[in-house]
C-alpha cells in the first residue's frame, strides 16, 4: 500500500506519472495487479491517492526498485507514504 500526498496544482503531473511507474511495474517479475484509488473527500482527506499494489513474494517488489525511482517520487511537493502488508483476515459475503 502506498499513500500519496499531492498538491492539487500537480495531480495531472502525479497521474501520468502513476501510469508511467505501474507500466513499468507490469513488465517486473512477480506483479500481480495494482489499484489506484482517489479520496472521496469524505472523512481523513491526508492521503489524495491510495494505490494498492499485490505482488507474488516482497522480494518481487523489492528488486523493481533497484534501478528505477518512481515518477511520482520526483514531482515537488508529492509524498509517498509506501508499506509492504501480509492480508491478515479477509472478509468476502459472496
Known sequence: ???FTVPPEVDDDFL???R???DHFASAPGFVQARLHRNTGLNDTTFQYVNIALWEDAESYRAV???FVPAG???PGVT???GLFDVLVEV???
Open 20 to 22: 508511467g511507474t505501474i
Open 92 to 94: 468476502d459475503p459472496r
Open 73 to 75: 517520487q520526483r514531482i
Open 16 to 18: 501520468a506519472a502513476w
Open 65 to 67: 526498485f533497484r534501478d
Open 1 to 3: 500500500m502506498n499513500g
Open 80 to 82: 509517498a507514504h509506501p
